[in-house]
Nanobody, 120 residues
Framework: QVQLVESGGGLVQPGGSLRLSCAAS????????MSWYRQAPGKERELVAAITTAGGSTDYADSVKGRFTISRDSARNTVYLQMNRLKPEDTAVYYCNAYRRTALRTYNYWGQGTQVTVSS
């Protein structure tokens, strides 16, 4: 049974930091691209950051470049999102995603989300 369990969300003041974690199970973590998405009220879900298998490459939304860092630990089957210098516009539900595409099918798994609120 595939599971992605996010943790680490909460309320933080502007300029503060949070680290989100996503613990994965039920699939071969090391061969999946792992990503963080977010969805703010009234807005579409957007890609925040992605990291390829073995951490060979990362990609970030322009709005978070230089402030957020994605990383993965294959020994723990966990992906992280370190968020620094947080802004009120970073407020959203953050979702963990696991993605893999083969010649035969696409695998796309989601966590339940964790709320991040940036407010004074």
């Amino acid at each position: 049974q595939v599971q992605l369990v996010e943790s680490g969300g909460g309320l933080v003041q502007p300029g503060g930091s949070l680290r989100l974690s996503c613990a994965a199970s039920g699939f071969t973590f090391s061969i999946y691209t792992m990503s963080w998405y977010r969805q703010a009220p009234g807005k579409e879900r957007e890609l925040v950051a992605a990291i390829t298998t073995a951490g060979g490459s990362t990609d970030y939304a322009d709005s978070v470049k230089g402030r957020f860092t994605i990383s993965r630990d294959s020994a723990r089957n966990t992906v992280y999102l370190q968020m620094n210098r947080l802004k009120p516009e970073d407020t959203a539900v953050y979702y963990c995603n696991a993605y893999r595409r083969t010649a035969l099918r696409t695998y796309n798994y989601w966590g339940q989300g964790t709320q991040v609120t940036v407010s004074s």
